[in-house]
């Protein structure tokens, strides 16, 4: 049974460690960070509220299984590629679109993050597949 002081913590760390995670995804595909790293600390987020509240309530959390999500994050990083095909470049060529947002001047949008993206998804399964598969084999030998 987890501590009140794990909960509490939890409650507070969960959704910080979202933020950091987002901030890491949008950060690296211009800079070092990215969706791998921004992946990792997202698992750690759910992670940490598993431990805190239960794997039953983390798995409420996240609301899809995680192979799911590894499949449609390895779905989105392979798309991220196929715009360059259409315009008769190597597979996986970096493509930019400038969005032009009212308080915004100018929002540069690439291919790169729609891979960072994918991976970002990608990894939080991966991750959370290997941790749910530990619980449940951890619950079943202490039955």
């Given at each position: ?5 794990l ?106 993050l ?19 598969a ?10």
């Amino acid at each position: 049974m987890p501590s009140i002081i794990l909960r509490i913590a939890a409650r507070t760390l969960t959704p910080t460690l979202f933020v950091a995670a987002l901030i890491l995804l949008f950060r690296g595909h211009n800079a070092p960070g990215g969706g791998f790293i921004g992946g990792l600390l997202a698992a750690a987020a759910v992670t940490l509220y598993a431990m805190a509240n239960g794997p039953s309530s983390a798995r409420q959390l996240i609301r899809v299984t995680p192979r799911t999500l590894m499949a449609i994050g390895l779905g989105i990083a392979f798309l991220s590629g196929v715009p360059s095909l259409f315009l008769e470049l190597p597979y996986m060529s970096g493509q930019w679109v400038t969005l032009r947002l009212p308080f915004v001047d100018a929002l540069p949008i690439g291919t790169a993050l729609v891979f960072d993206i994918g991976i970002f998804i990608a990894v939080i399964g991966f991750v959370l597949t290997i941790f749910f598969a530990l619980t449940e084999a951890e619950e079943e030998e202490v039955r």
